[in-house]
């Protein structure tokens, strides 16, 4: 079956423009999570999605992100008025469903590769 | 607060040696998660293993071998007769009881591990 999928695969930004990063997870996952990856910083959790709903958001990095989920399924994280900083692997998993067992195992996406120039 | 150490940052080895990968994990739950995933060169985080507090039993998986132990606090990661395609950088993560929902994962900085044919 198909897994998590997630676009762009690359994008190129301008400093000060506003981005949209999506993210398709496995049919059927109700749980979804994004995560940065960068040189620095390593792998840092962002934010989590339980259906719809987003119950802890401090894991953003500043007020310029937010994310979205829609009808239980894609997820988009917006960027607004991109930094330079904010270059790096955005990542998204997804898993059937949270709260223990082995059915919460995360599956991840290929990522979208952020440059902001 | 959870933290994961994965001391080693490259290793290399020739084709057809033994390596072990270390991790050492800290949390103050005591039910928790542990994790290997697998990043290739394409990018993309592939998971090998998951192991619950509960459970000190080692695992082995064709050429992989996990070693649990408690005591140590420690998660270690082991390829016997390694081949090239094993080259990647590998991550150990570490979550609570929750599967890592709302706190998400925890990783360590990751090792790279080329094998070297």
């Known amino acids: 079956g198909a897994g998590v999928s997630q676009s762009p695969s690359n994008k190129v930004t301008e400093k000060g423009k506003d981005v949209e990063l999506r993210c398709d997870p496995i049919s059927g996952h109700t749980a979804l999570y994004w995560y940065r990856q960068s040189l620095g910083q390593g792998l840092e959790f962002l934010i989590y999605f339980q259906g719809n709903s987003a119950p802890d958001k401090s894991g953003l990095p500043s007020d310029r992100f937010s994310a979205e989920r829609t009808g239980g399924s894609v997820s988009t994280l917006t960027i607004q008025r991109t930094q330079q900083e904010d270059s790096a692997v955005y990542l998204c998993?997804?898993?059937?469903?949270?709260?223990?067992?082995?059915?919460?195992?995360?599956?991840f996406g290929p990522g979208t590769r952020l440059t902001v120039l | 607060a959870q933290k994961v150490t994965q001391a080693q940052t490259e290793i290399s080895v020739v084709e057809k040696e033994d390596v072990t990968l270390d991790c050492v994990y800290e949390t103050r739950d005591t039910t928790y998660y542990l994790f290997w995933y697998k990043q290739p060169p394409s990018g993309e985080l592939v998971f090998l293993i998951r192991r619950n507090s509960f459970d000190e039993q080692n695992e082995i998986s064709g050429r992989y071998s996990w070693n649990f132990q408690k005591s140590t606090s420690s998660f270690n990661f082991t390829i016997t007769a390694s081949q090239v395609v094993d080259s990647a950088v590998y991550f150990c993560?570490?979550?609570?009881?929750?599967?890592?929902?709302?706190?998400?994962?925890?990783f360590g900085k990751g090792t790279h591990l080329i094998i070297q044919p």
């Open positions: 993560a570490l979550s609570d009881y929750s599967g890592g929902g709302a706190d998400g994962l925890t």
């Open positions: 998993a997804s898993s059937l469903v949270s709260g223990g067992g082995q059915s919460d195992t995360q599956y």
